[in-house]
């Protein structure tokens, strides 16, 4: 393993804020897709599903509702994703210092993982809220529809109007726990996601670093390779409770009384073990680009904040 630089947990909180904003800007539109895939009704006897698959998704969301339909949703995770993806490389950086007997130890693949699940406990209280809020804007115009289409509706009004809106009536109708549904979900999505996520990523650092150099001297090609493939490796084991955490985020309230088991009996019992992995193509497809955006603004804004700051 290369010998690893000098872990400033400040340094990576700042880095790690503009990486977010990358990730969000890359991914979002997949992101919508993916959401709409996992949270459609079951159809009627005889009727098709709402959406065959990712790429009738995308179509069908281009020509209802335009680009902006795509991008659904993202003011929430663009306010929560700076100080999110903030903490997250922050709790990173503090796992690794946490396991450090002196700056110069090289951590095994193992700290580093353990170091990622730290961040993902950092992230959910900041993750929950602001997933909830973007799974219920993404379905709102796919319920509204549906909803115009059972009752012939004379207007067209949606149930939220924004972000703020849909926080207000998310307290009013249940307070602060109405806004932190699924959080159990989301530490059980993020935190060994976050474990393979960071240690995937150094660990393709490591293999992709020439003899004698640094993983900071890699080439922008490398790193975006590195860190697509850290976002693939992420997914693969996030989806299953990302599917329950977007089914119960978006029910009624309720519907789940038991929490996470009755989605899962639900699901598996009337779509099957494969319905844990709905989304499965948009996720994909997604992950790559969006990680590796994120990635490759990370290391820019660290490489500057070392360049302006090198003792912080």
Not at 152 to 170: I, N, R, W
Request: hydrophobic share 40%; glycine share 10%.
């Amino acid at each position: 393993m290369s010998k690893q630089q000098q872990i400033s947990p400040l340094k990576n909180f700042f880095a790690g804020g503009f990486g977010g904003v990358c990730l969000v800007f890359t991914g979002h539109p997949l992101d919508t897709i993916k959401v709409r895939l996992q949270t459609q009704p079951k159809p009627a006897p005889g009727q098709p599903l709402l959406y065959s698959g990712t790429f009738d998704c995308f179509k069908k969301t281009l020509i209802k509702e335009g680009v902006s339909g795509l991008y659904r949703g993202m003011v929430a995770p663009i306010i929560g994703v700076t100080p999110m993806f903030a903490v997250c490389f922050f709790g990173f950086g503090l796992g690794k210092k946490l396991q450090q007997r002196s700056p110069d130890d090289v951590l095994s693949y193992p700290q580093l993982f353990a170091a990622g699940m730290l961040s993902g406990v950092f992230t959910t209280v900041i993750m929950a809220p602001g997933e909830r809020i973007k799974c219920l804007l993404q379905v709102e115009e796919r319920n509204s529809t549906l909803h115009l289409l059972k009752i012939q509706a004379a207007s067209g009004e949606v149930k939220y109007t924004g972000p703020m809106d849909c926080v207000k009536q998310l307290y009013r109708e249940s307070g602060v726990r109405g806004i932190y549904k699924g959080t159990v979900l989301t530490l059980m999505r993020d935190v060994p996601a976050s474990g393979m996520y960071f240690m995937t990523y150094t660990w393709l650092k490591d293999i992709l670093t020439p003899e004698g150099k640094s993983p900071s001297e890699l080439s922008v090609p490398s790193v975006l390779f590195a860190g697509g493939m850290a976002g693939i490796f992420n997914w693969a084991v996030a989806i299953p409770p990302d599917v329950l955490k977007s089914r119960f985020q978006t029910a009624p309230e309720g519907k789940y009384p038991n929490g996470f088991r009755d989605v899962l009996r639900e699901l598996i019992r009337e779509e099957g073990i494969g319905s844990l992995y709905k989304g499965f193509t948009a996720v994909m497809l997604r992950a790559f680009p969006a990680n590796a955006a994120c990635f490759l603004g990370f290391e820019v804004a660290l490489k500057f904040l070392n360049w302006i700051a090198p003792n912080m």
